[in-house]
């Protein structure tokens, strides 16, 4: 079964607004999580690594303010994509791994429109 | 983002046929490489994982890793055309942050 859980599959918004996307853990506690984010026939871009309990570590070129990550438990990290611009439109995809190191479980991905 | 560079392809063999994707990395201190497919529009699944300098072999895949080259390979034996996908090249630092390469798209002709 899936050991991550995202939601929503798939959303459609108006630009400038907001769009909040969950990550659940559902076989294990992470106290890390990360945020994918994959433009078309490109590859997955870490954005950032979610910590829980503390603030989120981007990577270079993430705007933190306009992508907002909440890891306010062990099994939930949300990613917020604030003021939603059609350059936003993209797959998100959250992943988890049980220890260091070993192999990355994945969400199905949220594949946001911005229009 | 650490550099992981792969063959985009598209890379085209017949059915039956050996594929083979390559990939290299930047970063001397990564300790964990994996091997996933994608399928359009869907996540990433595990194919292959390897730690060691060496081959590892799990069915029709072998991986192969050459740390002192920074270079990790992927064998596809009997190709089959459900083997057609993208194939992503994953390197894992001591931070457990996974960094990808750009993929290769693979098609298997039947």
């Known amino acids: 079964g899936a050991v991550v859980s995202q939601h929503p599959s798939w959303v459609i918004c108006k630009s400038g607004t907001s769009v909040k996307i969950e990550c659940r853990s559902l076989?294990?506690?992470?106290?890390?999580m990360f945020w994918y984010r994959q433009f078309p026939k490109q590859s997955l871009m870490l954005m950032a690594t979610?910590?829980?309990?503390?603030?989120?570590?981007?990577e270079q070129g993430v705007e933190k303010d306009k992508f907002l990550i909440n890891h306010a438990s062990l099994t939930l990290s949300t990613l917020t994509v604030t003021s939603a611009h059609p350059e936003d439109s993209s797959f998100y995809i959250c992943?988890?791994?049980?220890?260091?190191?070993?192999?990355?479980?994945f969400g199905q991905g949220t594949r946001l429109t911005v229009v | 983002q650490k550099e992981v560079e792969q063959n985009s392809g598209p890379l085209s063999v017949p059915e039956g046929a050996i594929a083979s994707l390559n990939c290299t990395y930047s970063d001397r201190v990564s300790q964990s490489f994996f091997w996933y497919r994608q399928y359009s529009g869907k996540s990433p699944e595990l194919i292959m994982s390897?730690?060691?300098?060496g081959d590892k072999e799990d069915g029709r895949f072998t991986a192969q890793l050459n740390k002192a080259s920074q270079y990790v390979s992927l064998l596809i034996r009997d190709s089959q055309p459900s083997d057609s996908a993208t194939y992503l090249c994953?390197?894992?630092?001591?931070?457990?942050?996974?960094?990808f390469g750009t993929g290769t798209s693979l098609t298997v002709i039947p």
């Open positions: 076989d294990f506690q992470a106290t890390t």
């Open positions: 992943s988890v791994s049980r220890v260091s190191n070993t192999e990355a479980f």
């Open positions: 390897i730690y060691s300098n």
């Open positions: 994953a390197v894992v630092n001591t931070g457990n942050q996974f960094y």
């Open positions: 979610s910590n829980e309990g503390s603030k989120a570590t981007y």
